[in-house]
């Protein structure tokens, strides 16, 4: 059955609460079983939700990219636990405004490709939001084009992506299954944060086509060095 955004809110906001009541000890999860249970339900519907619009987004960019090649182009619906996480690590935010329970993600051959994939899908699509991850990276070095797309009043997150960005990305999501949980958020091992930061600016500079720095391709490897006597200790 269908619910309102307000329930999907609700939903959402019961489960982040209970975490953080849980993780601080001030509630056990058992004081609101059934609410917990019917939340957990509305939250799986809203996901659900998604699926649709997700696919004509991936099929839609599958056009819009093919100017540029033979793109990988992938999609993912983001699981409960991850959605509940991202409540959690987000008090301010509303289940019904999350951008990306639905992601599609563009590998596509250069920067300037990316750019031009941009630009078409902001022309032909309602695009709500822009973000460009390449003119101002992350904190932790990530670097993207975001758009996101509202297909049939579901939002749907699209990521642009060269092969150096997904690389360092996937490098980073490996490192952060492993050995430190918090990368992904701006936390966790010094050593990894301050490598893959670095990391990132260098694929920055091979992306651009620009000549490498010699001191930042130093300054990589000596982080690099750092980073695996940490994996090494973690291990």
């Given amino acids: 059955m269908p619910y309102s955004k307000s329930k999907v809110n ?14 601080e000890g001030s509630r056990p999860f058992r004081d609101q079983k059934d609410e917990l249970a019917e939340a957990i339900k509305i939250i799986d ?25 033979v793109p990988v182009v992938t999609q993912r619906l983001k699981k409960l636990p991850t959605m509940i996480g991202k409540l959690y690590r987000e008090p301010g935010m509303k289940l019904a405004r999350m951008e990306d329970i639905g992601g599609v993600r563009a590998i596509l051959p250069s920067q300037g490709a990316c750019h031009r994939v941009a630009s078409r899908l902001r022309k032909n699509w309602t695009v ?13 070095g990530y670097r993207a084009l ?19 960005q997904d ?16 990368l992904k958020f701006g936390s966790g091992s010094r050593e990894l944060r301050e490598f893959y930061v670095a990391l990132g600016e260098l694929g920055a500079q091979a992306d651009s086509g620009d ?21 090494e200790r973690t291990r």
């Fill in 10 to 23: 609700q939903a959402g906001k019961l489960w982040a609460e209970n975490i953080r009541a849980a993780a």
């Fill in 45 to 69: 519907w809203w996901r659900g939700e998604h699926a649709a619009p997700l696919s004509r987004v991936a099929a839609n960019l599958r056009y819009y990219a093919a100017a540029e090649g």
């Fill in 128 to 140: 709500t939001r822009f973000r460009d991850y390449v003119a101002n990276p992350k904190d932790d």
């Fill in 146 to 164: 975001h758009l996101i797309n509202r297909n049939r009043g579901r939002l749907i997150e699209v990521q642009l992506r060269t092969d150096i």
């Fill in 167 to 182: 690389n360092w990305a996937n490098a980073v999501e490996a490192d952060a299954r492993l050995l430190s949980p918090g």
């Fill in 211 to 231: 000549p490498i720095d010699p001191s930042l391709f130093e300054r990589v490897k000596d982080l690099q060095d750092r980073a695996d006597t940490f994996r």
